[in-house]
Nanobody, 121 residues
């Protein structure tokens, strides 16, 4: 199965920043949307942000104004710049390729293994 590869996670203090990257294979046909999802301990995975091939954007309310998603189609890479991090942002972050501008993971077929983000107070 086609797999994506995340990087850039780490441990920061509250108020800090991290920039996640995700490289995806060029051969993901029919899936023009790329999204970031996260799973905190004891919680279900939730959508964080999505970007379409043409630049359409979607953010979860909890990260609006703090996180910025972007993509470089020439490098098959998407990014998630996370500013003003809070302890509640602590989670495993996953990138995914999907078929809709949606934060619902049912629209996403290809996933990465995840990168851990830990924010301390």
């Amino acid at each position: 199965q086609v797999q994506l590869k995340e990087s850039g996670g780490g441990s920061v203090q509250a108020g800090g920043s991290l920039n996640l990257s995700c490289v995806y294979p060029a051969e993901i046909y029919g899936s023009t949307y790329r999204g970031w999802f996260r799973r905190s301990p004891g919680k279900a995975r939730e959508g964080v942000s999505v970007i379409g091939f043409g630049g359409s954007l979607l953010y979860a309310d909890s990260v609006k104004g703090r996180f910025t998603i972007s993509r470089d189609n020439s490098k098959n890479t998407i990014y998630l710049l996370m500013n003003s991090l809070k302890p509640e942002d602590t989670a495993m972050y996953y990138c995914a390729a999907g078929r809709a501008l949606s934060l619902d993971e049912q629209w996403y077929q290809n996933w990465g293994q995840g990168t851990q983000v830990t924010v301390s107070s």
